[in-house]
C-alpha cells in the first residue's frame, strides 16, 4: 500500500515545516491539517458509514491513512459570527466530526495516539516507571509539605534542584509574554518562598553534576543520541540547557551505552508509543542518570543544527509503510 502520512498539526509549527520540506524531497506522500486553519476550508461528509474530508487539495477516507504524525494540533478555529456561545458551540460540531474521522484510524499507526502520549506524560509515573527499567535517576522528592522539602534540602550535600512538574511554559494571551520556567537551584535566599508550596507542590532533585547533557530521539526503536554542552561562568555545565535561547550550545552525537538503550526501548515499549524525546545527563564517570520523558517532544533543531538526521528516520519508517 502506498504511503499517505497524515501530518496534524497547527499552522505555525516549524518542525512540521521542517518534517514536509523533507518529505516533498524524499516522495514521501503526505498532507497537513492545520487545525487551527484548515476547518475555514474544510467539507466533511459521513455517509454509508464512511467518513471523508476534504480541505485545499487533499480529500482523504481513513483506510487511505497510513499513518498519523501527532505535532501540534491547537483549538479549532471557526467562521465567527459575532456570538462567542454560538462560535463555541460551532468549534465544538467541528472537534467531534474531526475526531471522529480521527478516530476510525488504527492506534498503531499513530506517531503518537493522544491517549498514549497522555499516559506517558507524568513525570511522577516516568521516574518510577524508568527506575523499575533499570534507568537512574536523581534522588527526588515532590511534596507539598514544608517540613519534609527542609530535610531533603538539608540532606542533600550537592546541592537542590527544582523543576516544574506539569509544564515549563506559560503561554500568555500575548505571545511575547509567554514565560518559560527554567530548572534551577536553591538556593539559601530561596528559603524565604518555601512557605508557597504548601499551596502547590513542588518538584526537588538533588542536584546532578553533570558534564553534559543529552536529547535521545526515538523513533520505533530507532536511537539517535546528541550530546549538548554549555558552560556557566564557573566552568561547570549549564543547570538548564535551555538558558541563552540555546545560542551557545556545542552539540556531537553520541553512541548510547547498551544498557542504556535497552532500558529505553522497554521503556518507550511499556507505553505503547512509537516516538519519544528523552533527557539525560552524564557524570565524570559516564554514568547516565535520565531526567524525563516528552512523547510528543521537539528535534528538529538538532537536524538543522546538522548533528542529526532524524527526518529520514521518519522517512525510512514512514515510506512505503
Known amino acids: 500500500m502506498k504511503e499517505h502520512v ?16 523533507r518529505f516533498k524531497q524524499k516522495g514521501v506522500f503526505f498532507s497537513r491539517f492545520n487545525t487551527d486553519k484548515d476547518c475555514l476550508t474544510t467539507a466533511f461528509l459521513y455517509k454509508s458509514g464512511i467518513p471523508s474530508i476534504k480541505w485545499l487539495s487533499n480529500n482523504l477516507k481513513p483506510e487511505q ?4 504524525i501527532l505535532r501540534r494540533p491547537k483549538p479549532i478555529e471557526v467562521q465567527k459570527n459575532g456570538d462567542i456561545y454560538s462560535d463555541n458551540h460551532t468549534a465544538g460540531e467541528w472537534s467531534e466530526v474531526i475526531e471522529g474521522f480521527l478516530a476510525h484510524i488504527e492506534e498503531n499507526r499513530w506517531i503518537n495516539h493522544p491517549a498514549k502520549n497522555s499516559g506517558a506524560s507524568h513525570k511522577v509515573e516516568q521516574l518510577s516507571r524508568s527506575k523499575k527499567f533499570g534507568l537512574s535517576i536523581p534522588r527526588t522528592l515532590i511534596t507539598n509539605n514544608i517540613h519534609e522539602a527542609e530535610k531533603f534540602i538539608l540532606s542533600e550535600k550537592n546541592g537542590v534542584i527544582i523543576k516544574p512538574l506539569s509544564s515549563g511554559f506559560i503561554e500568555r494571551d500575548i505571545p511575547e509574554e509567554d514565560t518559560i520556567i527554567y530548572t534551577n537551584e536553591f538556593k539559601k535566599e530561596n528559603y524565604k518562598f518555601l512557605k508557597g508550596i504548601e499551596f502547590c507542590p513542588v518538584l526537588f532533585q538533588e542536584k546532578i553534576p553533570k558534564i553534559f547533557d543529552v536529547r535521545m530521539t526515538m523513533l520505533d526503536g530507532i536511537i539517535v543520541a546528541i550530546g549538548m554542552k554549555a558552560f556557566e561562568k564557573n566552568g561547570n555545565q549549564r543547570l538548564d540547557i535551555r538558558r541563552n535561547n540555546m545560542s551557545d550550545v556545542e552539540y556531537f552525537p553520541l553512541t548510547v551505552p547498551k544498557n542504556v538503550s535497552v532500558s529505553v526501548r522497554s521503556l518507550i515499549q511499556s507505553y505503547g508509543l512509537r516516538f519519544a524525546t528523552l533527557d539525560f545527563g552524564i557524570i565524570e564517570s559516564g554514568k547516565w542518570y535520565f531526567f524525563e520523558i516528552n512523547p510528543n517532544g ?3 533543531w538538532l537536524d538543522l543544527y546538522g548533528k542529526s538526521d532524524i527526518a529520514s528516520v521518519f522517512i525510512k519508517q514512514l515510506k512505503g509503510a
Open 298 to 300: 521537539q528535534w528538529a
Open 65 to 68: 491513512i497510513t499513518a498519523v
Open 6 to 21: 497524515l501530518i496534524l498539526t497547527n499552522s505555525l509549527d516549524v518542525t512540521s515545516d521542517y518534517l514536509c520540506s
